[in-house]
């Protein structure tokens, strides 16, 4: 039944919410279709995860009007509805965190708050109704999942399908999705279009929160663009472009990353063929270094614990060369997270070493590591990268705090005026906004937040840099700030190791490409000769030929 | 809920809210002092009513208790007095907060600080001037304080053993160790207190203002006032203080930072037990001259209430030590016409007002800061 574009099931108009001072929308609206797949697009704080949750009945808007379409095709008021109301009306949110419980099956995780009961005055659960119930719809809507199975032993693309799943269980015939392809490797995402486009045809509705354009040009029919919390425009995706889109979303033209994709690798294998194996040295013989290109960072036989696995990196090797970009690419939770933290002296090895310059940090501290030129953007700002109640001047001091001291006793007072002088130079050099140093990390947006992150790590002198999701939740202008940033470093002559779960973001950036699988780099190519078809198999494990 | 308020409509827009430049540390102060002001209000009405319910007029009650306290120099040098003890304490206690740390036991640290003092006073030469000794008496609180504080940093650094937990049980067996040692090695019989110290003396106030006279309110109250500043420039102003706040927020960002957070956690709690071991002068040299069974009265408990509504800022402490103890002076003058359990209820009904009304109040604050 092809989806008639007369009757919309969805109605926002001029939403505004406002959390305090934070105005979040301010006049926007959307209008989605029966049977379409509407991208809603915007850099990160432009409002759109707000406007769904208003939608899907978590937030009351301050004022507007929301109307959802009946099952006659009348459009309802439905202004300042909440979940519940939502959930009867056929609205159901998959979020970007997933809402499960990790120790209930999942079977159990689809039932909770709905559970099937068996007759009697007991109300005993009827688990094997439940399991019926979740194959029938699994069959039926092509998200494969075990009913039986526990959600923590799920992997993130299976607890996604979980998260769909539920909404759909509860009747939901419009579906929103906050950003669902984060977590996922490339043939995830391919199954997940394809239920997608299945829905669809079943005259469902789905709404899509992405930043990503290509899979907004890949999936959807209509795009509606936000900025700074109200509705720029609505383009039909087949009469639009991914520049266009972009322009919409930052106010002005950006460089997209696929545009300036570097087609050839630059020294990022000659260094491993000229360099010799003998290059061991330590601080010590550092002399040997001269004349020779020795590697900025060298990693050999690293082999990292976590809390389940004693090999989350297993026994992993590699070495960086100055001006070199080393991308490591891989779904997420293969040891990525392990080896940074290992690296970065956050988590301790269990065996191998660390060398960074012909220096031996297997053993350093954090601040030694920073001392002898180690640079760190973690993957999660919010947890480390940024103190959230600091201001800005503090954070970009974090880690470098015992260089902002002045004389005296102990040499431990901080001094106020390099402080702000610091802050001042950093907020200007990476054009952090709002400009006020004394603003608390917290109020600024995802992407300002990440480049007070890169201003400290790269505003300073530095040998290496590991950047580790270095533009997740960031928005369009500041990725092609962040990126443009990294490319700077290597013309500069450092190492840098890239992470990054968006292996669009490893190609357009890397002169050598690994895969992380299991623990262990399964495969290391020049970028020339690394493309998402021959890396998609070695990220699922398919391909495992090291 | 369908239109929006005028204000609101005006208001810059998030980008641009920083044009109003923000002074953190005014801020920071504003945070520490409407909590007090916010529990004095509520303590004064519900005070009102309890007072009714007592069959007698609010007016006439208050007013006995303002003469009792803040009235007359006597009843001030005693707010002073147990203010300074108190402020000890809630500074101990906001100390370690900082660093994440609920400190529950600066009870016992308080007893052991004054505890030590007696002791390293038993030993000193007679004659001594204060002035003297008084550098030798600190260093004994605040070592004596400092060991069971950082007693229990340690067990959180190294065992991951929660700091409420093991602050709790060394309070029973620090306490139980001192009564120990008092009943069998120290106290002068048919008493509980050690013999009078001969050295180390502090002057009272009534020394330098006469109409004290009577009050045990002594120098030691400048010690506080003194350690609440110092406090507040570790904390602000200083690299270990920096790092102290990062650990306290955000752990796992501090430790990014370089920071060690075991490290951490055991400094921070050896600084406050001794800061509450400090306390223990203010009894020993400035009051009573000997070691008491018991002389801590819980002021290590009320010290919680004290820093939570002090703001767990230095200076906000130090107000809220002084609201702490006119309620509690002003139990004392105001005991024949209500019981003194009504005291109590007003403490317990401050904490609350507190507990319930911060974050409302630091919400409004936020708002209002950004209009202006």
Request: glycine fraction near 10%.
């Amino acid at each position: 039944m092809m989806p008639s574009s007369a009757t919309p099931a969805i109605r926002l108009t001029d939403i505004h919410k406002s959390f305090g001072p934070v105005r979040a929308n301010r006049g926007a609206s959307l209008e989605v279709m029966r049977g379409e797949i509407h991208a809603l697009v915007g850099e990160n704080g432009a409002g759109k995860s707000t406007l769904m949750r208003v939608l899907s009945g978590m937030y009351a808007p301050d004022s507007g009007r929301m109307e959802v379409s009946e099952a006659n095709g009348a459009l309802r008021d439905v202004t300042g509805w909440n979940t519940a109301a939502a959930i009867a009306a056929g609205v159901g949110m998959v979020h970007q965190h997933f809402m499960l419980v990790p120790t209930l099956t999942v079977a159990e995780n689809l039932m909770l708050g709905a559970e099937l009961t068996k007759e009697g005055p007991l109300r005993v659960l009827d688990s094997a109704r439940a399991a019926q119930a979740v194959d029938d719809l699994s069959r039926r809507t092509g998200l494969r999942v075990n009913a039986e199975q526990r959600v923590a032993d799920l992997s993130v693309g299976e607890a996604q399908r979980v998260e769909i799943l539920k909404a759909l269980y509860r009747g939901a015939r419009t579906l929103i999705l906050d950003e669902p392809t984060a977590v996922l490797s490339p043939p995830e995402v391919a199954e997940l279009w394809q239920v997608l486009r299945q829905m669809r045809e079943r005259g469902e509705t789905i709404v899509l929160i992405t930043h990503k354009l290509d899979e907004v040009m890949s999936i959807s029919d209509m795009i509606t663009v936000m900025r700074h919390g109200r509705t720029i425009t609505r383009l039909r995706t087949v009469d639009t472009t991914p520049q266009e889109i972009a322009r919409e979303m930052v106010g002005r033209d950006v460089l997209l990353a696929a545009d300036v994709r570097r087609d050839a690798a630059l020294g990022g294998e000659s260094w491993a063929a000229t360099a010799p194996d003998s290059v061991t040295a330590t601080a010590e013989n550092g002399s040997l270094g001269s004349g020779l290109a020795l590697p900025t960072l060298e990693v050999r036989g690293l082999t990292v614990s976590n809390a389940r696995r004693s090999n989350a990196v297993d026994d992993v090797s590699f070495s960086i060369a100055p001006g070199e970009i080393l991308g490591v690419a891989g779904v997420e939770g293969n040891g990525q997270t392990e080896l940074i933290e290992a690296i970065a002296g956050l988590r301790r090895a269990r065996s191998g070493s660390i060398l960074l310059d012909h220096l031996d940090i297997t053993g350093a501290t954090v601040r030694a590591r920073g001392d002898a030129g180690l640079s760190h953007i973690p993957e999660d700002r919010h947890a480390r990268g940024l103190v959230l109640d600091y201001s800005i001047a503090d954070n970009l001091i974090l880690g470098q705090q015992h260089r902002f001291t002045r004389g005296g006793f102990l040499n431990s007072f901080l001094d106020g005026e390099r402080i702000a002088d610091n802050a001042r130079k950093q907020i200007r050099a990476f054009d952090i906004r709002p400009n006020d140093p004394a603003l608390p990390a917290r109020a600024l947006s995802g992407g300002n937040q990440q480049k007070i992150v890169v201003a400290r790590e790269m505003g300073r002198d530095f040998r290496v840099l590991l950047a580790a999701q270095p533009t997740r939740g960031v928005d369009v202008g500041a990725i092609e700030f962040i990126h443009a940033q990294l490319r700077t470093a290597r013309g500069m002559g450092k190492g840098v190791l890239l992470l990054s779960a968006d292996l669009a973001e490893v190609l357009a950036l890397s002169d050598r490409v690994a895969v992380m699988y299991g623990g262990r780099f399964v495969i290391v190519i020049p970028r020339a000769q690394a493309s998402e078809e021959v890396l998609g198999p070695y990220m699922t494990g398919a391909e495992r030929a090291a | 809920m369908t239109t929006a308020s005028p204000e609101l409509t005006q208001d810059t827009s998030t980008t641009e809210a920083a044009a109003a430049p923000l002074r953190s540390s005014r801020s920071r102060l504003e945070e520490a002092l409407l909590p007090s002001l916010v529990a004095l209000l509520v303590a004064a009405i519900v005070g009102d009513v309890l007072i009714l319910i007592f069959g007698q007029a609010p007016a006439a009650v208050f007013r006995l208790l303002f003469e009792g306290t803040w009235g007359n120099s006597y009843g001030f040098g005693q707010v002073l007095y147990k203010a300074t003890t108190l402020t000890f304490t809630g500074l101990s206690i906001a100390f370690a907060l900082r660093a994440g740390l609920f400190n529950i036991g600066a009870e016992s640290q308080l007893a052991a600080g004054g505890f030590l003092a007696a002791i390293v006073g038993l030993l000193l030469p007679p004659g001594l001037s204060w002035i003297v000794t008084l550098p030798v008496y600190m260093a004994a609180a605040a070592l004596g304080g400092g060991v069971v504080g950082g007693a229990a940093g340690q067990l959180k650094a190294r065992f991951g053993a929660h700091e409420v937990i093991t602050t709790i049980m060394l309070n029973f067996i620090v306490l139980a160790l001192l009564s120990f040692l008092t009943a069998t090695h120290l106290k002068v019989p048919e008493t509980l207190h050690t013999k009078e110290l001969e050295s180390g003396a502090l002057p009272r106030l009534s020394d330098f203002f006469a109409s004290f006279h009577g009050s045990a309110a002594n120098v030691v109250l400048v010690l506080a006032m003194i350690a609440c500043v110092i406090a507040w420039w570790y904390l602000f102003r200083t690299r270990r203080g920096f790092e102290l706040r990062a650990v306290g927020l955000q752990p796992e960002a501090a430790e990014y930072g370089g920071v060690k957070p075991g490290a951490v956690w055991t400094r921070a709690m050896t600084i406050s037990g001794a800061i509450a071991g400090l306390g223990g002068l203010n009894f020993v040299l400035g009051y009573k001259h000997y070691y008491e069974e018991g002389f801590a009265g819980g002021a290590g408990f009320l010290g919680i209430a004290v820093a939570l509504v002090g703001g767990t800022h230095p200076l906000g402490v130090m107000l809220a030590a002084l609201l702490f103890a006119t309620i509690s002076q002003g139990g004392l003058a105001v005991n024949a016409m209500v019981p003194k359990q009504f005291v109590e209820v007003l403490q317990a009904v401050v904490i609350i007002a507190v507990a319930v009304s911060v974050p409302e109040v630091r919400r409004l604050l936020r708002i209002q800061r950004t209009r202006g």
